[in-house]
């Protein structure tokens, strides 16, 4: 089991880093504006200014706010943990000149249908691992609408003689209780480099996922949130490092008997070193250890196992029409931080040949995408990812082996703040009984924001 792991990791890293490396040097070579770094100066230009303490008369501060504020909304686009579907930048910003700050609040309102054909899948969200094998005979078509993706937030940006450049940001999203409770996504606080509260994990590069208006995402999304400590820095605005203490949620099954899974005790660790040629372009490796522990019911001896994972990531502008997307992810004991088996208890799993020992099955996921902008706010891209799970002989012939996903999106900004999309999914779950099944979606969306 474990040769065959390192067998795909080591057939499939190769590509993934020759890709990575091509945009690289095409981009180098090419520096006239992408299209969507376009848009996002249209998104800019429609941001409106309200002045808290008085419109400036004179044409000279009048410049300088515009300045600033592109400069904000260049910061909020390029943030290093922005994933494709969070919200727009505020459309209004309110600005005082005195106390060094401005601050926004804004949200969105999505909307989504989707129709499942050749199988339904369970949920709102179209992950492979959630098609049934076997299949349904009363859930072979279904029709749904959702409005998961509406969210409300909110940021303030300011600068301190003591503390410097700071901001405090708080998300929120309706996917809370039966999908439309309010629910925190994110809460958080940045000062010089460091990073403090509910945020994004280090471990995950949220900015190099392909673009997918599923809510799912592709099955090898890994961009879990949880309450950290981070220190960041930056060299010349191309190097960044960072490392970070991040509160562990390990997904184990806790109706074992035999073996019982133990409170978690030791924060994750994680760190990323990432090179940057231009915003919002980057090659990025990260990393994460955590600790999982567990206790044997007969001896009542306490086990401790040490999970980690790996991820090399890359998005890039090779051209100024084309955006192009990569990942590669392999570890132990990281299934529940994302993708696609975090609908199971993969963490830690019980040993076939003894139901006393649980053990981290060898994960291996990666994901690649293409985005092709005829205009600035009218694209097209495809996508495609798989995760495997390598569990150990003598396992259940029912249990998860392999998801395969892709997806074919068009996305169209009508205006800067309005967007219609429509999109094609395609998902494949294969169990170790060797059993698969197909299932099919397809998507439309219209979003708003404000």
Avoid at 231 to 257: C, H, I, K
Avoid at 290 to 313: I, P, Q, V
Avoid at 342 to 366: H, K, M, V
Avoid at 403 to 429: H, K, Q, S
Wanted: aromatic share 14%.
């Amino acid at each position: 089991m474990l040769n065959s792991f390192f067998e795909n990791l080591k057939a499939k890293a190769p590509k993934l880093l020759a890709v990575s490396l091509s945009m690289l040097s095409a981009t180098a070579a090419f520096s006239a504006v992408s299209h969507p770094d376009s848009l996002i100066n249209l998104k800019a230009a429609s941001t409106k200014i309200v002045y808290l303490d008085g419109k400036p008369t004179d044409t000279a501060t009048l410049s300088a706010d515009k300045d600033s504020v592109y400069r904000l909304i260049q910061n909020f686009y390029y943030d290093q943990f922005r994933h494709f579907q969070d919200p727009d930048a505020p459309y209004f910003l309110f600005m005082s000149k005195e106390a060094g700050l401005s601050m926004g609040i804004g949200g969105s309102v999505r909307m989504r249908a989707y129709y499942d054909w050749h199988g339904a899948v369970p949920t709102s969200s179209f992950a492979p691992y959630t098609i049934p094998i076997p299949a349904n005979p009363l859930s072979t078509r279904h029709f749904a609408t959702t409005p998961s993706g509406t969210g409300l937030f909110f940021r303030v940006i300011g600068y301190n003689r003591t503390l410097g450049a700071y901001q405090l940001y708080i998300e929120t999203d309706f996917t809370g209780y039966q999908g439309r409770g309010l629910k925190l996504k994110k809460a958080y606080a940045t000062v010089r480099d460091f990073t403090v509260g509910y945020a994004t994990s280090t471990f995950s590069d949220p900015a190099a996922q392909p673009v997918v208006i599923d809510a799912a995402g592709n099955n090898n999304k890994f961009s879990h949130t949880s309450v950290l400590v981070r220190y960041m820095p930056s060299f010349r605005n191309r190097w960044y490092v960072g490392v970070s203490l991040e509160t562990p949620a390990t997904s184990v099954d806790q109706t074992l008997t035999a073996a019982r899974p133990c409170s978690e005790w030791l924060p994750d660790a994680a760190a990323l070193v990432q090179y940057q040629w231009t915003p919002g372009q980057h090659v990025r490796l990260s990393g994460i250890v955590r600790s999982l522990t567990y206790r044997r019911t007969d001896t009542g001896k306490r086990h401790n196992l040490a999970g980690w994972g790996l991820n090399l990531s890359s998005v890039a502008h090779p051209f100024r029409q084309l955006t192009t997307y990569a990942n590669l992810t392999g570890g132990r004991g990281i299934a529940g931080l994302g993708g696609d088996m975090q609908y199971g208890q993969y963490d830690l799993i019980t040993d076939p040949g003894d139901a006393a020992t649980l053990y981290s099955p060898a994960t291996l996921g990666w994901s690649v995408g293409l985005q092709y902008n005829f205009r600035p706010n009218f694209f097209l891209s495809v996508a495609g990812s798989q995760t495997y799970l390598y569990t150990r002989d003598g396992s259940p012939g029912d249990e998860y082996r392999c998801g395969t996903f892709a997806c074919a999106t068009a996305y169209w900004n009508i205006l800067p703040r309005l967007a219609v999309a429509g999109e094609i999914d395609y998902g494949r779950r294969e169990n170790r009984s060797d059993a698969a099944r197909n299932a099919w979606r397809a998507n439309v969306m219209c979003a708003f924001s404000f």
